[in-house]
């Protein structure tokens, strides 16, 4: 366990912070409840704005991976085909 000094000063951030979330959180209601409804409105659309272009990098990212993915399983089954190719090639040289 920590000392007694140490209990102290973990208790004063405790309660500094405890004080500046009190504080922080009525500037936060002063704010809201001086929001008009066409900033709220605002608000929302920024919101809706930024979900959509979120979603949008996220598809891209999505579609990206999915090519990139197409693509090495594409090169998988032709390096397949080919050693299948090679082995046959293999056995009608041997007979």
């Excluded at 409105?41 to 809706?48: I, S």
Aim: hydrophobic fraction near 35%.
């Amino acid at each position: 366990m920590g000392s007694a000094r140490t209990k102290r000063k973990n208790l004063q951030k405790r309660r500094k912070r405890r004080l500046f979330a009190a504080i922080a959180a009525e500037i936060q209601a002063s704010v809201e409840t001086k929001r008009t409804p066409e900033q709220e409105e605002l608000e929302q659309m920024r919101n809706e704005e930024e979900r959509q272009r979120t979603h949008e990098q996220w598809q891209k990212a999505v579609e990206k991976s999915a090519a990139a993915f197409n693509k090495k399983r594409k090169i998988l089954a032709q390096r397949q085909q080919l050693i299948l190719s090679l082995r046959q090639q293999m056995q009608m040289a041997e007979q």
